[in-house]
């Protein structure tokens, strides 16, 4: 069964700290679509990133970067020189086309809290 | 444009109103979907309209009832819901269910739903 695990409920650091954000993810399926998305306070969830299961690349944007893992099953959010503005919750969500059929499993969610 | 808008942002209903929620995006989407987020979880799945036909639905009460009049436009109207129904409502959109390389959903802002 696919499974979505971010073992931090909560993260609070203070301001320009480096954070990083966990997931490990479990599926039988060899083609499958990983994904961060961002809830900041108002609600409105903001996609991050997709990656595919074919794509261990890393990926950097500004101050935020992936690391995938197919070895760990783990993808890995962190971000540099944080920022007030990063407070939100993070989920991360994986994507396969077994039970879900391409519907999105979720993870908890992380709370991050920066302060000033 | 990534933009989904929902309306209205905030509703009180009692428990033997009749209120509808709205959902627009104009990127060409032909999947839209309707979660429920309660407090401090992820989105839970609710409807999935792919093409402008219900694709699935996942086992919600028939006080819930969904309506997508065009490929730009999701409704969800509301009939004798019960306290435990105050949750945000999340609508989002997909380029294609069945495409999962480009399978990542842009969400609205919500609409935050109180039933007393």
């Known amino acids: 069964a696919q499974k979505v695990t971010q073992a931090q409920t909560e993260i609070s650091v203070v301001e320009k700290e480096d954070v990083t954000l966990d997931c490990v993810y479990e599926?039988?399926?060899?083609?499958?679509?990983l994904f961060w998305y961002k809830q900041p306070p108002s609600g409105e969830l903001v996609f991050l990133i997709r990656?595919?299961?074919?794509d261990e690349q890393n990926e950097i944007s500004g101050r935020y970067s992936w690391n995938f893992q197919k070895s760990t099953s783990s993808f890995n959010f962190t971000i540099t020189a944080s920022q007030v503005v990063d407070s939100a919750v993070y989920f991360c969500?994986?994507?396969?086309?077994?039970?879900?059929?391409?519907?999105?499993?979720w993870g908890a969610g992380t709370k991050l809290i920066i302060k000033p | 444009d990534t933009e989904v808008t929902q309306t209205p942002k905030h509703l009180v209903m009692g428990m033997t109103n009749k209120k509808s929620l709205k959902c627009e995006q104009h990127?060409?989407?032909?999947?839209m979907y309707w979660y429920k987020q309660k407090a401090k979880k992820p989105p839970e799945l609710m409807f999935v309209?792919?093409?402008?036909?219900?694709?699935i639905n996942e086992s919600v009460p028939s006080r819930f009832s969904p309506e997508c009049p065009n490929s730009s436009l999701l409704n969800l109207h509301l009939h004798a819901l019960q306290p435990e129904d105050s949750a945000l409502y999340l609508c989002?959109?997909?380029?294609?269910?069945?495409?999962?390389?480009?399978?990542?959903?842009?969400f609205g802002p919500g609409t935050r739903l109180t039933v007393t």
């Open positions: 989002a959109s997909s380029q294609d269910p069945f495409d999962p390389g480009e399978y990542e959903q842009y």
């Open positions: 990127m060409g989407h032909r999947a």
């Open positions: 309209y792919s093409y402008e036909k219900l694709s």
């Open positions: 599926t039988r399926d060899t083609t499958y679509y």
């Open positions: 990656r595919n299961s074919f």
């Open positions: 969500a994986l994507s396969d086309g077994s039970d879900s059929n391409y519907q999105l499993i």
